[in-house]
C-alpha cells in the first residue's frame, strides 16, 4: 500500500474517534437539576392545642308552631304569603267546606227528627202515668213507657253531639293562625289536598330566639368527649 493512502486513512478517523469521545464525555456529565427549595424553620414551642372541626349547619328559630288542618280536603285559597306577619287568628288558608257543610245540614235533620221522637214518647209517657192511675194499664206497659223516652232523650243527646262535631268541622275549614308571628316553611299550594298528618307551614314567633343546628360526625363527637366519659 503506498505511504500516502495509510496516512489518509489516519487523517479520516482520527476526527471522528475525537467526536465520539466528545459525545461520550457530554453524556457522562452530571444534569444540572433545579435549585433545592426554600425550608422555613422555626423554633419547637409546647402549648396547648385544642382540636378544630369545619361543621354544617343552619340557624333557625328556637320556638315554632306546626300548622296542620285540622280536617282535610282540597285548599281552595291561600290568604298568606312566605315571610309574611300575620296576627293571631288571622285565616291562613281555606279548605273546601261543601262536604262539611252538607254534613252539618244532616245533623241539624238528625237532630230535628230525635227532638220529634222524644216530645212523642214523652207525650206517650204522661199519657201512660194517666192511665196508670185510672188502672187502665199494667205498670209494665207504663214503665215501657217511661224507658223509651229516656232512651229517645239520649238519642237527643248524642244528635246534639254529632251536631257540634258538625259545626267544629265546617269552622276547620278556616285554618287560622294559633299566635302572631312570621309565615315560614310553606308547603300548601291552592289545589292541594290537605292532610292533618302533614304540616303545611310554620308560624315563628316575632321575638323567638335563634339557635344553631349543626351536623355532627360521630367521630367528632368522640374526639370531643372527655375521659373516662361512657360510650355513646
Do not use: W
Request: net charge positive.
Amino acid at each position: 500500500m503506498p505511504p500516502f493512502i495509510a496516512l489518509r486513512r489516519q487523517a479520516l478517523v482520527a476526527p471522528i474517534l475525537f467526536a465520539a469521545a466528545c459525545q461520550n464525555s457530554a453524556a457522562n456529565a452530571p444534569q444540572q437539576g433545579p435549585p433545592p427549595p426554600a425550608v422555613r424553620v422555626v423554633p419547637a414551642e409546647l402549648r396547648e392545642v385544642r382540636p378544630a372541626e369545619e361543621l354544617s349547619g343552619k340557624i333557625e328559630a328556637v320556638h315554632r308552631v306546626d300548622i296542620r288542618p285540622r280536617v282535610s280536603g282540597t285548599i281552595t285559597s291561600i290568604r298568606y304569603r312566605e315571610g309574611s306577619e300575620v296576627a293571631a287568628g288571622t285565616v291562613l288558608f281555606t279548605i273546601d267546606p261543601r262536604p262539611y257543610r252538607a254534613n252539618l245540614a244532616r245533623a241539624t235533620a238528625e237532630l230535628a227528627r230525635s227532638r220529634a221522637r222524644a216530645d212523642l214518647a214523652h207525650i206517650e209517657a204522661a199519657r201512660s202515668d194517666r192511665l196508670l192511675a185510672a188502672s187502665a194499664i199494667a205498670q209494665a206497659e207504663r214503665d215501657t213507657q217511661a224507658s223509651t223516652a229516656a232512651q229517645v232523650d239520649a238519642e237527643v243527646q248524642g244528635a246534639q253531639a254529632q251536631l257540634a262535631l258538625a259545626r267544629l268541622d265546617v269552622e276547620f275549614t278556616e285554618v287560622r293562625a294559633p299566635i302572631a308571628g312570621r309565615v315560614a316553611n310553606v308547603q300548601a299550594k291552592a289545589g292541594q289536598m290537605a292532610d292533618p298528618r302533614r304540616p303545611l307551614l310554620d308560624i315563628l314567633p316575632l321575638k323567638s330566639p335563634l339557635q344553631a343546628v349543626l351536623l355532627v360526625p360521630t367521630r367528632a363527637i368522640g374526639a370531643s368527649r372527655p375521659e373516662g366519659a361512657p360510650p355513646l
